[in-house]
């Protein structure tokens, strides 16, 4: 079946430092990644969707000079949160579809904490 | 923009008993509906979808109606299990150039009491 692994599970990272995160799909190939974060009593707000061979699309409000993503092939992508503040402590997930399943398939998110 | 509404939680229920989650929606577009169930420590996991209108989509005994008159997809389920407790998202998703985007509720916490 189509699993996404995101790694690390959890990470600390102290004020003003950078964080990188990875995204690994399994079993389908990863034409399109979304990247979302869910804030602390808040929902899963969406940061970018990056799709193969396409400009990564950021939405409002988050920008590749604070996210940049890297989504070099079909199977794996990568965000980094630079310059991390409070404000950017939450889940981070995962989401990763192909061009046969319009469904994304979800990883288990990477929660960061910021001191 | 595109939104979704849902009940805001938490929802605690004695097992046995129904649920109804209400969710609400906004958008311009022609869109698919979805409910998302997140247990503790993972990600969300699709429940199941609704493409078109005036159509119920189902699984696990909860269901779901896409009402466009009323913009409305409510979550239902007849008779919840303690094993049914997590956190359910209503989502819809628009197509834009080359891609999907899924636009989640907030998202409403189910307790169900043995």
């Known amino acids: 079946g189509a699993l996404v692994y995101q790694y690390p599970r959890r990470t600390i990272c102290k004020s003003g430092t950078s964080m990188r995160m990875e995204c690994q799909a399994v079993g389908f190939q990863a034409t399109s990644v979304a990247w979302y974060r869910q804030s602390p009593q808040k929902t899963f707000e969406l940061i970018a969707l990056s799709t193969v061979n396409s400009a990564i699309k950021y939405e409002q409000n988050f920008t590749q000079e604070k996210f940049p993503i890297s989504h070099p092939n079909l199977s794996f992508s990568s965000m980094t949160v630079l310059n991390a503040y409070l404000e950017d402590r939450g889940l981070y997930l995962c989401g990763a579809r192909d061009l046969q399943n319009s469904d994304y398939t979800f990883g288990s998110g990477t929660r960061l904490l910021v001191i | 923009g595109d939104s979704v509404t849902q009940t805001e939680g938490p929802v605690t229920l004695s097992e046995g008993t129904s649920l109804t989650v209400n969710c609400s929606y906004e958008?311009?577009?022609?869109?698919?509906l979805f409910w998302y169930v997140q247990y503790p420590g993972e990600g969300p996991q699709l429940l199941f979808k609704?493409?078109?209108?005036?159509e119920k989509g189902s699984s696990r005994g909860f269901e779901a109606t896409y009402n466009k008159e009323a913009t409305s997809f409510h979550l239902q389920k007849a008779s919840v299990q303690e094993s049914d407790s997590a956190v359910y998202y209503c989502a819809l998703s628009e197509w834009g150039g080359s891609g999907n985007k899924l636009i989640f509720g907030t998202g409403t916490l189910l307790s169900v009491k043995p």
């Open positions: 958008t311009k577009q022609y869109p698919t």
């Open positions: 609704v493409p078109k209108a005036n």
